[in-house]
């Protein structure tokens, strides 16, 4: 475990960067730095590798003060990864991989088999080995250096906004592969970024920050959302947090009802009886795929017409998506209807606006929400 | 009167390509001057530069040195050395390495200082030591640059080694100083020109260096 204990960081200039910052960040989790710019979030991660010395107070790893050890000892056993990837242009992509088992005295030809691994670890074709850094996209050089600072299999790892930089899709990308990488492999991650969304997605705990280095509020991401602990947090988190936390909602307890789903092959009166339980009916191929809803009248009437059929949104899948998705689907309905899916696509039910409205108020009154569901 | 016929003429006559002050032994003598002068001048300027560079320190300092020694004037300071020292080759040297120190010394701390701050951090936080950083991460991205300051450093040698001439030594400055003598213009001329011809092959020899041992991942990159 890193224990931040009374740490204050004032610069030569007399910028006090941190102030008294006291945390205890678990082990094998990832514990995100949040807050806005200038708020001290990078001083407090390079304090944990010394690049960065406190003025007051001291970091304790595992219960022996940071200091006590050589400090390349010390760099060389927690992974770096900055903004920028910060990787070496000279070196090849499999060379700039293997720079910290070299550093640590490995053969060329284990490091660099070392370095192949990784790379398809974090999801780098391996024909990129012989590559130059310039002929990476920004995302790529990303990745590489999340493999860098995995490469010697640090127990630590220190991100400071290694996303920042790239579009949103690629963002996202490289959220889900870190989450990934993550459930494999454990390691202790103090991740910075100045986005309150990527904090609550990637953080087993969230560290909020305010300007001038104090700690506003150290707690789970959900815990985060349903009680900020004051008006700055509350403010940072933005207007929508009570929609965000419905991503720690579990979509199982949903009741799905399955009526109103109709194959485009099913016989007339079929069609008829499922108009009972709601108001539209969706169609699906006979894979069960879902193409959209039609008005029951319209279908009984006989031809289903799949050009008229009403677009259905975006489904989601029970048991995976939060509860959020799935009200985002039947908010995106035209029908006020979400659908849900299995993983191959198939249709498996589908659930009214007011049905997810009536599980989020069980499960807000049941308290604690599910972790788990926000990815 | 034509230049080319100066040249043509110098170098096709035979007698000029044997004996004490044949085209072989000049080149020689004047190739043996500039790579001395440049290795004294490398092993002066490049450490200070490596150095101040990768501390960022010491940049005014440098740059005052740097002018200092370009507004000294290499014919006037030859004389008064070749007065005060009297004959040899170190009165040569000295305004040699004095004109070549500045612009490797200034390439040299600039190339450095200039290093993108993000992989020399990101070194740094992987625990590499300011040794390993200097050698494994600044230097081959700036050795485009630190060969250039090089490169010029050796082309300014090369014309200017031939004031070793005026102080009875040898090289390509005999053939322009005793042709200016006898008035004999195809020397002066040929002399001129193999002066401009070893200026090209350094040149070419620096672009080969280069060739070989920048990075291609540097080369393309910037
Ligand atoms: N080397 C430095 N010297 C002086 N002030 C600094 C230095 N580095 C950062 N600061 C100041 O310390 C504060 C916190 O900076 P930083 O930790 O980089 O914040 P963040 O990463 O949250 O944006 C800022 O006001 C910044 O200007
Ligand atoms: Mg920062």
Known sequence: MIRIDAVTKRYPDGTVAVDGLSLEIPDRAITVLVGPSGCGKTTTLRMINRMVEPSEGSILLDGQDIRQQPVNTLRRSMGYVIQNAGLFQHRTILDNIATVPRLLGWSKQKARARAAELMERVGLDTSLAKRYPYQLSGGQQQRVGVARALAADPPVLLMDEPFSAVDPVVRKGLQDELLRIQDELGKTIVFVTHDIDEAVKLGTMVAVLRTGGRLAQFAPPAELLSVPADPFVEDFLGADRGIRRLSFFPSTELELHTAPVVAIDAGTEKLASGGEAAPCLLVTDTDGKPLGWGAPDDLAAGAIDRDRLLPFGRPFVPGKDSLRTALDGAVLSPTGWAVAVDEEGRAVGVVSQQMIGEAIRAAHAEGRPDAKAAR | ?222
């Open chain 2, 1 to 222: 009167m034509n230049v080319l016929n100066f040249v043509h003429a110098f170098l096709s006559d035979s007698s000029h390509w044997h004996g004490y002050d044949g085209i072989p032994t000049r080149v020689g003598e004047h190739l043996h001057y500039t790579l001395q002068a440049l290795a004294i001048a490398a092993a002066i300027a490049l450490p200070v530069g490596l150095v101040t560079g990768h501390t960022v320190r010491g940049g005014n300092v440098l740059a005052l040195v740097a002018t200092a020694g370009r507004a000294l004037p290499s014919f006037g300071l030859l004389v008064l050395l070749f007065i005060w020292i009297g004959f040899g080759l170190l009165p040569v040297m000295i305004p040699l390495v004095a004109l070549a120190v500045p612009p490797i010394l200034v390439t040299t701390f600039e190339a450095i200082r200039s290093v993108d701050p993000s992989p020399v951090d990101a070194a740094r936080g992987m625990g590499m030591s300011e040794t390993r950083v200097l050698f494994q991460v600044e230097i081959p991205v700036a050795l485009p640059l630190i060969l250039s300051g090089l490169l010029t450093a050796a082309i300014q040698i090369v014309s200017t080694a031939t004031i070793a001439a005026y102080v009875s030594l040898g090289g390509l400055g005999r053939y322009i100083i005793d042709g200016l003598y006898q008035k004999n213009y195809e020397k002066v001329v040929g002399g001129a020109t193999l002066v401009a011809g070893m200026a090209l092959a350094t040149l070419a020899v620096f672009w080969l260096v280069s060739r070989l041992t920048v990075s291609p991942g540097v080369r393309r990159s910037s």
